[in-house]
């Protein structure tokens, strides 16, 4: 069974930068692609970053520039530094897992199996 473990989250200023980390329980085919997921107080769950195993990466527009997704395959660890934060980035940060996918559905929660329990980050004014 595939775990996935957050930390990383926290309480910041408006400007400020965090680092989220992932761990995975396994390597497996069918979570060739993480991603990082966002949620807000009454809104929908929103791709944020995802990186397949062989480095290829994508971002939502609201992350490009700021946000920087990566990984440790040795480590079975992804990570999402976040710089400039701001306080619309306010959210339960989900790290999920998926199997290969069409690039274009990488940011699309159908697209994984696996979720992690979520790491609360809160960016303040």
């Known amino acids: 069974q595939v775990q996935l473990v957050e930390s990383g989250g926290d309480s910041v200023q408006s400007g400020g930068s965090l680092r989220l980390s992932c761990a995975a329980s396994v390597d497996t085919y069918s979570t060739s692609i993480k991603g990082w997921f966002r949620q807000a107080p009454g809104k929908e769950r929103e791709g944020v970053a995802a990186i397949h195993r062989d480095g290829r990466t994508i971002y939502a527009d609201s992350a490009k520039g700021r946000f920087t997704i990566s990984q440790d395959t040795a480590k079975n660890t992804v990570y999402l530094q976040m710089n400039s934060l701001k306080p619309e980035d306010t959210a339960m940060y989900y790290c999920?897992?998926?199997?290969?996918?069409?690039?274009?559905?990488?940011?699309?929660?159908?697209?994984?199996?696996?979720w992690g329990q979520g790491t609360q980050v809160t960016v303040s004014s």
């Open positions: 999920a897992a998926g199997p290969p996918q069409y690039i274009r559905n990488w940011l699309l929660a159908r697209s994984f199996a696996y």
